[in-house]
């Protein structure tokens, strides 16, 4: 899969201070808040209108399947009475490589995150449905991201394979906003076309 986060946490740093970016560069957000990625042929709903999304297509950076590489942020308002953190849920689809299944992903993907975040422990995976495919999911804990580049110090992940290409989603929290239940509940929504 390749370097998972790329130059993410440039964009997610921006986000942790500013206003709530509103753009779409590969798909369309309708009115009941579904994102649409016709390069990727998925669909995903956003949490709610007060959650912001941001996506970018990279038309100079192909995946293995000639198709851009794309990466999609929703990102939580700041809520009042709380510090500037703020939950952000990001989706990043990619080729699959032949011949690789879902357990060689994860292990790639968590090789990843273990590089990625200082102190990685993670908790049991489990199976979960994502539109008609299986999928892991995971959380871990860490003490701080290299580089900063996703704040928070709970996280969870799910990654799910369909038609030769693989999702990763992740979202981060603190002890005391880690909104898994609605992390997952966005993830359910992701559907393939």
Not at 6 to 26: E, H, N, Q, R, Y
Not at 58 to 71: H, I, K, S, T
Request: aromatic share 12%; net charge neutral; charged share 15%.
């Amino acid at each position: 899969m390749g370097r998972v986060f790329g130059m993410i946490w440039v964009v997610l740093v921006a986000f942790s201070c500013g206003s709530i970016p509103t753009d779409s560069k590969d798909g369309n957000l309708d009115s009941n808040g579904v994102y649409v990625s016709d390069l990727w042929r998925f669909q995903i709903t956003i949490p709610d209108s007060t959650w912001g999304f941001q996506s970018q297509t990279y038309q100079q950076r192909l995946a293995a399947n000639g198709v851009p590489q794309m990466e999609l942020w929703m990102i939580s308002p700041v809520l009042s009475g709380t510090a500037t953190f703020r939950p952000v849920l990001y989706l990043k689809p990619d080729a699959l490589k032949s011949g690789n299944t879902l357990s060689l992903v994860i292990a790639d993907v968590e090789t990843e995150l273990q590089g990625a975040f200082n102190g990685y422990v993670a908790q049991g995976k489990t199976t979960v449905r994502v539109d008609s495919e299986n999928a892991t999911e995971w959380l871990f804990q860490a003490t701080s991201a290299v580089g900063n580049f996703m704040p928070g110090t709970r996280f969870w992940v799910t990654v799910v394979l369909h038609n030769q290409a693989v999702y990763l989603l992740l979202g981060n929290g603190t002890s005391d906003r880690f909104p898994v239940d609605l992390y997952r509940k966005v993830a359910s929504s992701l559907k393939f076309q």
